[in-house]
């Protein structure tokens, strides 16, 4: 099926425009331009209400076009472009409210996952002053323990900050580190 017209959810907006033309006439430059269609197309929609000619060049009547933009628009191709623009918007408006109430996750993850603490970490991860240590044997539950990590992290970032922070890098920039301490050299 063939895309809608965009004019005809704009029709009141070219209808106003139409009306206030300073001529009483209408042709295919000013359809073009006013519907935002191609030369052809402005042609077409033009057609049934030419009363003259300059040159090669139609002219309507410009409230009897303005009334078969009405009756085209009201059509049953009108109704239903008005319609599907309706059902879309409100498709729309439903996935934003939907993403907003329930980001997605980058990895699935069981639902107690969710509200992991810190206190209850899964064996293996250690939050010490200035390092993170996770051990695992299959890349799978390395995935695992850090999404474990990284949720309890966003559940409780302040308690995760004193957590790893050690004594003597209060009020300094952990990126002064040696990289031995942050990357878990003994």
Request: hydrophobic share 40%.
């Amino acid at each position: 099926m063939p895309g809608k017209p965009v004019w005809y959810s704009k029709i009141n907006e070219v209808v106003r425009e139409l009306e206030a033309l300073p001529r009483p006439f209408v042709d295919r430059a000013t359809v073009e331009f006013l519907l935002g269609v191609g030369r052809r197309r402005a042609q077409q929609i033009l057609a049934p209400c030419i009363v003259d000619h300059v040159g090669t060049n139609g002219l309507a009547n410009r409230e009897a076009f303005i009334a078969h933009l009405r009756r085209l628009a009201e059509g049953d191709d009108g109704y239903y472009e008005r319609r599907r623009r309706r059902q879309v918007g409100a498709f729309l408006a439903e996935w934003q409210r939907e993403r907003l109430e329930r980001p997605q996750l980058l990895v699935e993850a069981p639902v107690e996952v969710l509200t992991q603490q810190l206190e209850n970490l899964p064996d293996g991860v250690r939050l010490e002053p200035g390092r993170i240590t996770v051990t695992f044997d299959q890349a799978q539950e390395a995935l695992e323990k850090l999404l474990a990590l990284a949720m309890a992290i966003g559940n409780d970032f302040d308690r995760f900050e004193r957590q790893v922070r050690s004594c003597s890098a209060q009020g300094s920039d952990l990126a002064k580190w040696p990289v031995s301490d942050v990357a878990g050299d003994s």
